[in-house]
C-alpha cells in the first residue's frame, strides 16, 4: 500500500491524510503539494485587483519576498516578524520606502495594534506559522509561543469592525491537525467551521492541487 499516494488521494477528497505517517512520509505529502513562490505572488496580486485592496497585512516576514514582490502595488504595507534578526534585517532592506513598515514580534501581540488603527479594507497574508524539521535546514524560522497562531490571528481579523477584508492564509497543505512536525495546526475543516461560526457571511476556498492557499472573503455584491 503506498501510504503517500493513499494520503494525496484523500487530501483531493476531502483533506484528510493517512494516519500516523512517517517523517519521511509527511514531508514528501508536503513537498508534492508545494507550490512555487511567484504563484502565492500572482495569487496575492489577483485578490488585491479583485476586491480593490490598496492595503497589505502580512504575518511572517522571513526574507521580505512578498514585499519585494508588491512593494509597487500596494498604498502601504505592513509586515510583521517575531524573529529579530529576520526583522532587523526586513527593516533595513526596506527602509528607504516610506510605504512600508516592518515589526518585530508575534501576530498574536502586534495584530491587534495595527487593527485598531485600521479603517479600511485590507488583503491579510498570513504566513506566520513554524514547522519544527529537527534537520540542519538553512535557514531561520521565527517562533513564538506557539506554532501556529492562525486561530488567533482570525480571531482579531474576523471581528473588526471592518467587514470586507481579504484573508489568505499559506501552506494550506500543512493545516492536516497535530502531528510529528507541527504541534498547533488545526485541520481544514477545524478552520472552515471557525470561521463560518464567525462570520457565515464569508466563503472559504481552498482547491488544490493547483493552490496551496486559502481564501476567506466576503461575495462582492
Not at 494525496?8 to 512517517?22: A, E, G, K
Not at 482570525?154 to 469592525?161: A, G, K, R, S, W
Not at 481552498?206 to 486559502?214: E, G, L, S, V, W
Request: a negative charge; proline letters at 6%.
Amino acid at each position: 500500500m503506498n501510504r503517500l499516494q493513499d494520503s494525496l488521494n484523500s487530501w483531493m477528497r476531502d483533506f484528510t491524510i493517512f494516519p500516523n505517517l512517517t517523517k519521511q512520509e509527511l514531508f514528501d505529502f508536503w513537498s508534492v503539494l508545494d507550490q512555487p513562490h511567484d504563484k502565492r505572488v500572482a495569487t496575492v496580486l489577483s485578490y488585491k485587483e479583485k476586491f480593490n485592496l490598496k492595503v497589505l497585512i502580512e504575518g511572517g516576514t522571513y526574507k521580505g519576498e512578498m514585499i519585494k514582490k508588491t512593494l509597487d502595488v500596494f498604498d502601504k504595507i505592513i509586515s510583521i516578524e517575531c524573529d529579530e534578526k529576520l526583522a532587523t534585517e526586513a527593516q533595513k532592506k526596506f527602509q528607504q520606502h516610506n510605504h512600508v513598515r516592518v515589526i518585530h514580534g508575534g501576530t498574536e501581540d502586534v495584530l491587534p495594534l495595527i487593527l485598531k488603527d485600521l479603517d479600511t479594507p485590507a488583503l491579510f497574508w498570513l504566513d506566520s506559522h513554524y514547522i519544527d524539521w529537527g534537520l540542519p535546514i538553512p535557514c531561520i524560522m521565527g517562533r513564538t509561543n506557539t506554532d501556529c497562531p492562525i486561530m488567533i490571528e482570525l480571531t482579531t481579523i474576523l471581528h473588526h469592525p471592518v467587514r470586507d477584508h481579504v484573508i489568505l492564509i499559506d501552506d494550506a497543505r500543512c493545516f492536516t491537525g497535530p502531528n510529528v512536525y507541527s504541534k498547533d495546526y488545526p485541520s481544514i475543516q477545524e478552520l472552515k467551521k471557525f470561521v463560518q461560526d464567525i462570520r457565515p457571511d464569508m466563503t472559504f476556498e481552498y482547491t488544490p492541487p493547483n493552490t496551496d492557499i486559502i481564501a476567506i472573503y466576503k461575495e462582492k455584491k
